[in-house]
């Protein structure tokens, strides 16, 4: 939501389980029925720019919860053994909060709180874990480039599309895995091709069914636009790497990308 400028996770262990809770300031819920309502029509499918699409995420974890609530503008909806409850009458002046109680041990509240450290929050945005401010990113390089996103079409149902976006690059910490992100989200590890840096696009990216991967088709379209915009500024490990090997074989890179991966992997005496 553009809206929201500020979104607080805690999560602690209790006597009867895990607690998340997590709540923003934004404008809410339009409709309550969104809480519980499995792939709801909801606006941000028409917007590229807009995390989610099919008004799956708080019903995913409730899904799993012991026990759940969310409390937003339009009422509140408490999830029990017993059933559902809706409590239209309470509700909050702005933003929402979910809470949801957890069966998980201490490992995994640990790894679930690590996970959730990992998010990139967007410019502006403040957003904390068990009270800690997750730092902005500084940007290395924005790289305009033109990706698939998917968008609803006129007749009502999801489909590819591509349109121009940016690619942020961020530098990996010394305890990261390099990560292909969707607006600050975490998708799909980019370890095994060597890639030097995380790679976050600005806009929805066609995701497969369990939301952890992409196509290697899209994923070979966006290594190939890192390597026309960095081709140059590569060491020869770097370009040595199994990414740059990848991104070549994709139509797109420019012959002054390949010849500069070239110079620098040969020293100059490659022959182009």
Do not use: C
Not at 7 to 17: A, K, N, P, S
Not at 91 to 116: F, I, P, Q, Y
Not at 159 to 165: F, G, L
Request: charged content about 30%; overall charge negative.
């Amino acid at each position: 939501e553009k809206q929201v400028t500020k979104v607080t996770v805690d999560i602690q262990m209790r006597l009867d389980g895990v607690v998340l809770v997590v709540t923003d300031d934004g404008p809410g819920f339009r409709d309550l029925k969104d809480a519980y309502t499995l792939y709801a029509w909801t606006y941000k499918r028409t917007d590229p720019q807009t995390r989610g699409r099919f008004n799956l995420g708080e019903k995913e974890i409730m899904a799993l919860a012991k026990y759940g609530s969310i409390v937003t503008t339009s009422g509140s909806v408490y999830f029990t053994a017993d059933g559902r409850k809706e409590q239209p009458s309470n509700r909050l002046r702005h933003g929402t909060s979910v809470t949801v109680n957890m069966d998980w041990t201490k490992k995994e509240m640990d790894e679930v709180t690590e996970k959730l450290r990992r998010l990139i929050p967007p410019a502006g945005k403040a957003y904390t874990v068990n009270g800690f401010l997750v730092p902005q990113r500084k940007t290395l390089n924005e790289i305009e480039a033109t990706l698939e996103t998917v968008l609803l079409a006129s007749d009502g149902l999801m489909r590819p599309t591509r349109r121009k976006t940016t690619i942020n690059m961020y530098g990996i910490l010394p305890d990261e895995t390099p990560m292909l992100f969707e607006m600050g989200i975490p998708v799909q590890e980019l370890d095994k091709q060597e890639v030097p840096w995380h790679l976050d696009v600005q806009q929805k990216i066609p995701l497969a069914p369990n939301h952890d991967s992409v196509r290697p088709a899209y994923l070979q379209d966006v290594l190939a636009e890192v390597l026309n915009a960095t081709a140059g500024d590569l060491d020869q490990e770097q370009a040595s790497g199994t990414w740059v090997k990848e991104a070549i074989g994709d139509e797109r890179v420019s012959k002054e990308a390949v010849k500069q991966v070239f110079d620098i992997q040969y020293e100059g005496k490659a022959l182009v």
